[in-house]
């Protein structure tokens, strides 16, 4: 079954047949959450509840990076500060960082 018109036509059948059904269905679930003797009583009750009003799930998620910046990252840094000041038409800013390497200072 790898036709996809073979295919097409099935899930257009099934989507009919379970419209089809739907009524019978809900008849089912609401005799089911009617019967608070039936063992799947509350599975029932559940699984309807959380289709009219499903919970709400929040999260918050923080990346921390404890990375120190390299000489490079931080110079590239500047240099992209530097291009966008200038496209920008401002003077170029005071420099505040130094990124020459230990070894160079004097």
């Known amino acids: 079954m ?5 295919l097409a036509a099935i899930a257009e059948y099934s989507r009919g047949a379970v419209r089809a059904i739907s009524p019978e269905a809900v008849r ?7 019967n608070d003797k039936h063992r799947d009583h509350m599975r029932a009750v559940a699984a309807v509840l959380d289709r009219v009003d499903p919970p709400e799930i929040k999260q918050t998620v923080a990346i921390e990076d404890h990375r ?19 496209r920008a038409g401002l003077p170029p ?14």
Request: hydrophobic residues 35%.
């Open 93 to 106: 800013p005071r420099r505040m960082i130094d990124v020459t390497p230990e070894t160079e200072r004097a």
């Open 28 to 34: 089912a679930v609401r005799a089911l959450i009617r």
């Open 2 to 6: 790898h036709d996809k018109d073979v």
């Open 68 to 86: 120190q910046p390299t000489p490079e990252m931080t110079q590239k840094v500047l240099d992209r500060i530097d291009e966008l000041m200038q």
